[in-house]
């Protein structure tokens, strides 16, 4: 059984359609690609399902061995994961583009000073923003515990995952 901090959601699943065990995807990630036949994935009981059919203009996808609307139906509202390795083969990157999964836990940093510790990171409509714990030196000066910085070349100047920094600029402001 895969460890949990190994794994990564990348999709929920809705209800059936049709008979045939099709069930609606609701993507979770920025890689449709990875959803294709032969694909693994896994459930939060470690049962592992492998795609056998996706029709990525309705989302809709059937697992092997699912060939009936009862079957299916078990699986509606499962989240699917898959490992961080098999992301990083399946889902290619721009340049200047990183996964989530590897920006979480990146000190920020802005002016030589550590200002926090990248928590999570959330989605506001089109824009990522970095929701970060902020370091215990501010938190001490009666600054807030947490702070959103938008991941824009106005405030991130540069991302180094293999170092695990952030540096910014101006994202100290957000502390105010």
Not at 70 to 92: E, G, Q, R, V, W
Not at 102 to 117: A, P, S, W, Y
């Amino acid at each position: 059984m895969m460890k949990a901090d190994e794994l990564i959601e990348v999709c929920r699943l809705g209800r059936t359609v049709g008979l045939k065990g099709f069930i609606k995807l609701y993507n979770l990630s920025d890689f449709p690609e990875q959803f294709k036949p032969k694909a693994v994935f896994y459930l939060d009981n470690g049962e592992t399902v492998t795609i056998m059919q996706y029709d990525k203009d309705k989302n809709l996808v059937r697992f092997e061995g699912i060939n009936d609307k009862d079957t299916a139906s078990k699986f509606t509202n499962k989240i699917l994961k898959t490992t961080k390795a098999a992301t990083k083969t399946s889902c290619k990157l721009k340049s200047g583009e990183f996964f989530w999964f590897d920006i979480v836990g990146c000190e920020v940093v802005e002016d030589g000073i550590k200002i926090g510790v990248v928590d999570d990171i959330e989605r506001i409509g089109s824009q990522d923003y970095l929701h970060v714990k902020t370091d215990n030196n501010f938190i001490k000066k009666g600054l807030q515990e947490s702070f959103l910085i938008p991941y824009i070349d106005r405030f991130i100047l540069h991302t180094d995952t293999n170092a695990q920094k952030i540096i910014t600029q101006d994202a100290v402001h957000f502390l105010e």
